[in-house]
């Protein structure tokens, strides 16, 4: 009987069914099995974004060229 202190066993996670993988491949499998869960871990709080890191500023916008652009372009500003 257990008391509100003790717990029950836990199951394994990992049960190897069949063949016999080397101390390496477990070690390989484990690692790629705790990536694929996430980590598990609160996502970071996203904190103020800087105007310096906004993407679309560094995009240029398109140009369309008016009447007499070819000519305005040559002049001084």
Not at 23 to 47: D, I, R
């Amino acid at each position: 009987m257990t008391g509100p202190e003790e717990e029950a066993p836990a199951r394994p996670v990992l049960r190897i069914v069949r063949g016999d993988p080397s101390p390496e491949e477990l070690a390989a499998l484990t690692a790629v099995l705790a990536a694929a869960s996430g980590g598990g871990g609160a996502e970071p709080e996203a904190g103020p974004t800087s105007v310096w890191t906004e993407r679309s500023a560094l995009v240029r916008r398109p140009v369309h060229p008016g009447p007499g652009a070819w000519r305005a372009s040559a002049l001084p500003r």
